[in-house]
């Protein structure tokens, strides 16, 4: 499955934006599917991740409250809704897909994923 990422952009704190990650490929549903970030100068990190069906979702405790991972297989579209940004949410935003794991896995274990998207750029002034 490859991926697109998409709906950075700039954003004052405490506003919002929704984020997308469109696939090309016949087996979307077959992975489970996270978002990570990487800001100037860190590691990447573990944003967010939903299961196969969308029965689970997972956080990083940054985010947690402040963010809600969604995905909808027909449309082959994951989402990373953002609000009440922080100007450390700043950061490139990546979609991932995990071919491992369970049905209902929700992994936050970066090499636990491949086929990255390009990333979209989130900027959060202060």
């Known amino acids: 499955v490859q991926l697109q990422a998409s709906g950075g952009g700039l954003v004052q704190a405490g506003g919002s934006l929704r984020l997308s990650c469109t696939a090309s490929?016949?087996?979307?549903?077959?992975?489970?599917l996270g978002w990570f970030r990487q800001a100037p100068g860190k590691e990447r990190e573990f944003v967010a991740a939903?299961?196969?069906?969308?029965?689970?979702?997972s956080y990083a405790n940054s985010v947690k409250g402040r963010f809600t991972i969604s995905r909808d297989n027909a449309k082959k579209t994951l989402y990373l809704q953002m609000n009440s940004l922080k100007f450390e949410d700043t950061a490139v935003y990546y979609c991932a897909a995990n071919p491992g794991g369970s049905y209902f896995s929700t992994s936050s274990v970066i090499n636990d994923y491949d086929n990255w998207g390009q990333g979209t750029q989130v900027t959060v002034s202060s």
């Open positions: 490929g016949p087996t979307f549903s077959s992975y489970g």
């Open positions: 939903i299961s196969r069906g969308a029965d689970y979702t």
